[in-house]
C-alpha cells in the first residue's frame, strides 16, 4: 500500500518568509510525528500527534513552529519568519495504534537562503 | 529521559567481514529499541525492533541485535558485509511505553570495501 507521503520534496525560501510542509501519513495511523534532520543536531522531535489527543509540542524549537492535523490524516508544519537555522530536512512518520513502528516519509529538505 | 549513544561515527568494514555496529541505551523503564538505516538521498527504513519479546531479534536483509539489559546495550551485527549495506543507520529507543516519540543516536555510516 501507499507509504507516507510529503510534500514538497524540497523548498528553497527567503529568510524571513513562512512556509507550510505538508505530511500525507499511512492510511488509518493513529499516530503522526514529525522530526527535523540536521547536520549539527542528528535527528530531532518536534511534535507528535495522537488520535484526537492534543498535540506534544515538547520539541518544537520556537514559537515560530507550529503545526496542525486535520481531520485524523493530513498534517502542516509551519514555520513563521525562516531562519537559516532553520534549514534541514523534515520527516513525517505514522504508526498505527500496536505495534508502534514508525513509517517515514522520504522528508522535504528546506533551505532558507 | 530516554537516550541512546551509538559508539562509533563511523564504520569501515571489507566486503563479506562481519559488521558490528555499537549502541548503548539509557532508560528508566522496559525499553522498545530499534534500528533504522538510511541510504544516501532516501528515507528511513525499519531494520529490526526489539519490545521485549526475544532478546535475539532478527531483521531485514540479514541484520540482527541482541538486547542486554544487564550490559544496556543493542548492537546491531551482520556475519557478512555487503556492498549495499554502506548507508547510515541509527539506534533509536522511545521515549515512553506505547505509540511515542522515537529518540535517535547520532548515527554510524557504514563503509564497505570493495
Known amino acids: 500500500g501507499a507509504g507516507v507521503s510529503q510534500s514538497p520534496s524540497n523548498k528553497v525560501t527567503e529568510k524571513g518568509k513562512d512556509v507550510e510542509l505538508r505530511c500525507d501519513p499511512i492510511?488509518?495511523?493513529?499516530?503522526l510525528y514529525w522530526y527535523r534532520q540536521s547536520l549539527g543536531q542528528g535527528l530531532e522531535f518536534l511534535i507528535y500527534f495522537q488520535g484526537n489527543s492534543a498535540p506534544d509540542k515538547s520539541g518544537l524549537p520556537s514559537d515560530r513552529f507550529s503545526a496542525e492535523r486535520t481531520g485524523g490524516s493530513v498534517s502542516t508544519l509551519t514555520i513563521q519568519r525562516t531562519q537559516q537555522e532553520d534549514s534541514a530536512v523534515y520527516l513525517c512518520?505514522?504508526?498505527?495504534?500496536?505495534?508502534?513502528?514508525?513509517?517515514f516519509g522520504p522528508g522535504t529538505r528546506l533551505t532558507v537562503t | 529521559a530516554q537516550s541512546v549513544t551509538q559508539l562509533d561515527s563511523h564504520v569501515s568494514v571489507s566486503e563479506g567481514t562481519p559488521v558490528l555496529l555499537r549502541c548503548n541505551y539509557s532508560?528508566?523503564?522496559?525499553?522498545?529499541l530499534f534500528w533504522y538505516v538510511q541510504h544516501p538521498n532516501k528515507g528511513l527504513q525499519l531494520l529490526l525492533k526489539y519490545t521485549s519479546a526475544a532478546t535475539l531479534v532478527k531483521g531485514i536483509n540479514g541484520f540482527e541485535a541482541e538486547f542486554k539489559k544487564s550490559e544496556t546495550s543493542f548492537h546491531l551485527t551482520k556475519p557478512s558485509a555487503h556492498m549495499s549495506d554502506a548507508a547510515e543507520y541509527f539506534c533509536?529507543?522511545?521515549?515512553?511505553?506505547?505509540?511515542?516519540?522515537?529518540?535517535f543516536g547520532k548515527g554510524t555510516r557504514l563503509s564497505v570495501i570493495a
Open positions: 492510511s488509518g495511523h493513529t499516530a
Open positions: 533509536v529507543v522511545s521515549d515512553r511505553p506505547g505509540n511515542t516519540p522515537l529518540v
Open positions: 532508560s528508566s523503564y522496559s525499553p522498545s
Open positions: 512518520a505514522s504508526s498505527s495504534a500496536g505495534p508502534y513502528e514508525q513509517y
